[in-house]
């Protein structure tokens, strides 16, 4: 059965990818299509172009690309000046023996691969960014910036007031093929350098066609630590049902009791065509999209809500 599962931030993309799945196209494909719509519009704060930069407002974009079937992936992190990440992920996966690049060897791939040198920092982003952290800086911090510690205004790091999101899209084709791409823009306001579990295969994202497919947002430094998307498709492969898979990552998560603890949004699917979105301590209400071929049109649901 065609599947797509998708988070919330997913709307410019998701009906692109419905329609790919349903004229027969390949899943991976399909998704990357989709995705690199979500990325390039600026309405959505938190992916692409609408993100956030890091503290040196420079925007540095996390993705990667699993192929289920193969078990082929290509990631990408902190990239700079480039649009869409989750196309550049899917070129590692095609012409690369490597599975990741960062930084300025994967701008320099994106170049031989014909990307553009894009501009992506948003002129809104640039404004919040700007104000938030003078709000950090004391007047000598201020004057001396960016040639001063950055580690020492990591309060704004934290701050919830910016929402972490990443786009993930799951995704089931007409030939049993799982597969799961990922894209963000990762924290507003991260250390220069730092990646998220988005480009992390096994934290941020993992498929296997006989088992499932599992991807997560929101805290990746949660994710990276119990290797929560690979721990859902192997307890599939042991033969949890999907709900107890789901139920045994998050019991893992909640096991952390150091280091910056917040929410995780979990969305899986087993092979035998079951789907569950679970919200781990998250304030808001978390929606997500999902479509199979028996449905109409698209549906945007409601995640299950867990707290600790
Ligand atoms: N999980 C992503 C990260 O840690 C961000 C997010 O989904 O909010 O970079």
């Not at 931030?9 to 989709?34: C, H, N, R, Y």
């Not at 040196?56 to 690309?65: I, N, Q, T």
């Not at 990922?182 to 006989?210: C, E, H, M, Q, V």
Request: glycine residues 10%; proline residues 5%.
């Amino acid at each position: 059965m065609k599947m797509l599962l998708a988070n919330a931030e997913a709307w410019p993309g998701f009906d692109t990818t419905v329609d790919l799945l349903k004229q027969g196209g390949a899943g991976i494909d399909a998704m990357v299509s989709g995705i690199a719509r979500v990325e390039r519009e600026a309405k959505v704060r938190s992916v692409g172009y609408g993100g956030w930069p890091n503290m040196l407002g420079e925007m540095e974009f996390d993705a990667g690309v699993m192929d289920g079937t193969t078990r082929d992936v290509g990631a990408v992190g902190a990239v700079p000046a480039t649009l869409p990440v989750s196309a550049l992920a899917h070129e590692v996966m095609k012409h690369l023996p490597h599975v990741m690049l960062t930084g300025a060897g994967a701008r320099r791939f994106a170049s031989e691969r014909g990307f553009a040198l894009d501009e992506v920092l948003h002129p809104d982003s640039k404004r919040v960014w700007w104000e938030r952290l003078q709000k950090e800086m004391s007047p000598e911090q201020l004057a001396a910036f960016p040639d001063i510690a950055l580690a020492p205004l990591s309060n704004a790091i934290t701050d919830p007031e910016r929402v972490r999101d990443t786009t993930v899209f799951l995704g089931r084709d007409g030939g049993d093929n799982l597969g799961v791409v990922t894209s963000t823009s990762g924290w507003a306001w991260k250390y220069p350098g730092r990646l998220g579990d988005s480009p992390i295969p096994g934290a941020g994202f993992y498929a296997d066609s006989r088992y499932g497919a599992a991807a997560c947002t929101h805290t990746g430094e949660m994710t990276m630590r119990c290797g929560t998307s690979r721990s859902i498709v192997l307890a599939l492969r042991l033969g949890h049902s999907l709900a107890d898979a789901v139920e045994l990552a998050v019991q893992e998560l909640s096991e952390l009791k150091t280091g910056f603890l917040a929410g995780v949004v979990i969305h899986a699917m087993d092979a035998k065509g079951n789907h569950q979105v679970v919200n781990y301590r998250c304030d808001d209400e978390i929606r997500y999209w999902y479509w199979d071929e028996r449905m109409a049109a698209p549906e945007l649901r409601v995640a299950t809500a867990i707290q600790p």
